[in-house]
């Protein structure tokens, strides 16, 4: 008889499985069985097999989906999404068919569904056992740090397969990419739309390189993942629309009126730029240091504050003057960067530096352009306006160059010195704790040689 602990997920509690398959003739009916001991609707979607997969799963009780030719991943899982809510569910786990994934985990994620039912749940891999390809260590490494640039939210496993999807928001979410990008993509459209990310650590299974069935390929796949990021980063930053809502927001952006709406988002706005006392005070030598001394305690990695600073850095060479650290802070937030760092790497203009940092740019720019340098020699304002003016295009075109000059270095440095000064505060303690275990115990005076009298335990006394 079966114990209520192994019953198999019922088809009236709204979860179903939805497993892609293509050509995965050696390995999809055990998943399959094993699937159906843990749920009691399991969808198959056919992505135009060409080997015997389909015969192998026959007489299994399964849904099946079919593609008369192979369409990718991700519009494989779309197909599935798409039936298990004409069939009426709510929310569907999804895992491969290649045996990498272990059935057996469904529940654990089913569990962290239920408390979190606007969120997808991302089975993290253990990627610390043998067979495991050093290639995806580092794919999933390259995917969770863009990802966590575009989003702001830690993905332990950006590229897992085995998930948990609210049907009612997935299935709303209009993507451009249909095959192994898709997973990471419908991540970032659905955070961008207020859906939570949950990582869940799960068990995987990697077989030795000869027996893997794989249908990722190394160099198309990784360009489509680099398109993907570039496109969504940069038409995250540089298009500034609003996202489709999923989950609606605790906090909402309109307040009564337009004039009250306006108010209380300069207002939140300002506060989202105030930079820490310190970090306003003295010359830029002072400014630099106080900055760096403020990135060494930040909880985000050296290569995030480096490129916080970069873009700072761009931005405070460009010719909109008075208007930096609203740039930055656009930017910053657009890509879910450090703020502080961003707005603060615009200093790089501060004081007598912004005019020599405009002459370098409209130099270079005329330079460039073919066109003679002559400097005004006053220091009149309508002049000199008047001169910035005449030169906009050079001066526009020098701040870019020079401005990508200074995002690099300046992001450089901050990430070298981040590391730097972060090994330098770690070593100190690492010190301290190894003084502490080698300590010698401080030997004890003696005491008296008299014998000790023995305790005595009273009724209703405590241990």
Not at 54 to 73: F, I, M, Y
Not at 242 to 250: A, E
Not at 383 to 395: D, E, I, T
Request: hydrophobic fraction near 40%.
């Amino acid at each position: 008889m079966t114990t209520p602990a192994t019953l198999p997920e019922p088809a009236s509690g709204g979860y179903c499985v939805v497993i892609p398959t293509y050509n995965n003739a050696a390995t999809a009916r055990a998943v399959i069985e094993r699937t159906l001991r843990q749920a009691q609707t399991v969808i198959v979607v056919d992505d135009g097999c060409t080997d015997n997969t389909l015969e192998t799963l026959h007489d299994l009780p399964v849904v099946l989906v079919r593609h008369k030719r192979n369409q990718g991943k991700g519009k494989a899982l779309r197909s599935g999404f798409a039936k298990a809510l004409e069939l009426g569910y709510t929310h569907a786990v999804t895992l491969d068919s290649d045996g990498q994934h272990f059935p057996e985990e469904i529940p654990k994620l089913l569990a962290v569904s239920r408390q979190n039912s606007d969120a997808v749940i991302i089975g993290a891999r253990d990627m610390s056992g043998e067979h495991v390809p050093k290639r995806s260590s580092f794919g999933r490494m390259f995917s969770n740090y863009w990802l966590k640039v575009a989003t702001g939210i830690e993905v332990g496993d950006s590229q897992s397969g085995m998930r948990v999807y609210p049907l009612r928001h997935v299935t709303r979410v209009r993507t451009l990419f249909s095959k192994f990008t898709y997973e990471c993509e419908v991540i970032i459209r659905m955070a961008w739309g207020g859906c939570g990310i949950i990582n869940t650590p799960v068990r995987v299974h990697y077989p030795p390189a000869g027996e893997r069935v794989s249908h990722f390929h190394p160099f198309w796949d990784n360009v489509r993942f680099t398109c993907l990021y570039l496109y969504m980063n940069f038409s995250h930053l540089l298009i500034p629309l609003p996202h489709k809502r999923l989950v609606r927001r605790n906090q909402p952006l309109w307040h009564g009126g337009v004039g009250a709406s306006i108010r209380a988002g300069w207002r939140r706005m300002k506060q989202l730029a105030d930079l820490p006392v310190e970090l306003g005070q003295g010359g830029p030598i002072k400014r630099t240091r106080a900055l760096l001394r403020y990135l060494a305690h930040e909880k985000n990695t050296p290569g995030e504050l480096g490129l916080a600073v970069g873009i700072g850095a761009f931005w405070g060479c460009s010719p909109w003057i008075g208007f930096h650290w609203i740039l930055a802070l656009y930017s910053a937030t657009r890509v879910h960067l450090n703020r502080i760092a961003c707005i603060a790497a615009t200093n790089v203009s501060f004081g007598p530096l912004t005019a020599v940092i405009t002459f370098a740019n409209i130099w270079l720019g005329k330079l460039l352009l073919g066109q003679p340098m002559t400097i005004p020699r006053t220091t009149h304002w309508q002049v000199l306006g008047k001169f910035a003016y005449q030169s906009f295009g050079a001066w526009l075109l020098g701040s870019v160059i020079i401005g990508l000059a200074a995002s690099f270095a300046f992001g450089l440095g901050t990430l070298y010195g981040v590391r730097y000064l972060r090994r330098r505060r770690q070593s100190p303690e690492a010190e301290t704790g190894r003084d502490r275990e080698d300590a010698v115990p401080t030997p004890q005076p003696e005491t008296d040689s008299s014998p000790a009298l023995p305790h005595v335990e009273t009724q209703g006394s405590t241990a």
